[in-house]
């Protein structure tokens, strides 16, 4: 059976996995753990029935997921085809069993000064092998059109390799956990040092997360500058949040101040029209 402290020891081993070494606590979780700590202290010290033994219990094993890949090539076309390549069987990944077999790396240019992560492949994307194919691939390619960008002009991944699975999954989609997030941070880690693109771009709350340790909430994180592997990041709404009935107006104006403060960050020209995309007509 399993035990509440079992959840609490899986989370902490992917976090430290992912590279995270604090984690902050409000005063609700604070007193959820000592709740935690005083049961099991309890049960620890209650006599066992004299009809049943006391059960032998094994002690959690470590998840233990690689930091780093390593990849091969003379270039950087051959270095991410490297990466590609070992993906495609990553064993931290499969042996969680709660992702489909199906892998889907990434797509677009090697030399791109921008690279957008999103958070990993949904029914679309598995079905083409290629991420943002979908609905939200075409938003993101409006955005990028509104930008002066084309699709094989940036560099387009996920966190997460292979397509989250459910029970009896058709088209259905689930957020990525943070075990399966921790199992292929390095692929990401590997792709930004190969491509060294001048800006990344967070692609929704979960990217966020996975890219910066960091479990803060998505508005805060919004609207300012961060950094991953040394290359400044932007936080921003992923499409597929714009294509819902209840993105309203707010909510557009603001992934758009992202990409301009992106192309101000990077020296993209930036015309009046771009500028005023949001501002209300008189």
Not at 79 to 94: F, V
Not at 119 to 135: D, L, M, N, S
Not at 167 to 177: A, D, E, I, L, S
Not at 255 to 269: N, Q, R, T
Request: net charge positive; proline share 8%.
């Amino acid at each position: 059976m399993t035990r509440p402290v079992d959840a609490v020891i899986d989370f902490l081993q992917a976090e430290q996995a992912r590279g995270v070494s604090h984690i902050m606590l409000d005063e609700g979780a604070r007193e959820g753990l000592r709740s935690l700590a005083k049961r099991t202290r309890t049960t620890a010290t209650a006599p066992a029935a004299a009809s049943q033994p006391a059960p032998t219990v094994a002690a959690p094993r470590p998840v233990e997921t690689p930091t780093s890949v390593t990849a091969t090539g003379s270039s950087k076309a051959e270095l991410l085809a490297s990466l590609r390549q070992q993906a495609e069987t990553w064993q931290p990944a499969r042996a969680l069993g709660t992702l489909r077999e199906t892998m889907v790396f990434a797509t677009g240019n090697p030399d791109a000064r921008i690279m957008l992560v999103g958070e990993a492949p949904g029914y679309e994307e598995e079905r083409k092998r290629e991420p943002f194919v979908g609905p939200a691939g075409q938003k993101l390619t409006d955005i990028l059109k509104a930008m002066g960008l084309a699709r094989d002009e940036v560099y387009i991944s996920n966190i997460v390799k292979f397509r989250p699975a459910t029970p009896r999954q058709t088209t259905n989609n689930r957020t990525p956990n943070p075990a399966e997030i921790a199992s292929c941070l390095p692929f990401i880690r590997a792709e930004v040092e190969i491509v060294r693109p001048e800006c990344i771009i967070a692609l929704g709350a979960t990217a966020a997360e996975g890219l910066l340790g960091n479990a803060a909430t998505f508005g805060s994180l919004r609207g300012s500058w961060h950094e991953f592997g040394g290359i400044p990041l932007r936080v921003t709404y992923h499409p597929s949040y714009l294509l819902r009935s209840n993105a309203d107006h707010t909510s557009r104006r603001q992934l758009w101040e992202d990409m301009l403060a992106v192309m101000e960050k990077i020296g993209m020209p930036i015309s009046e029209k771009q500028r005023g995309f949001f501002i209300p007509k008189r």
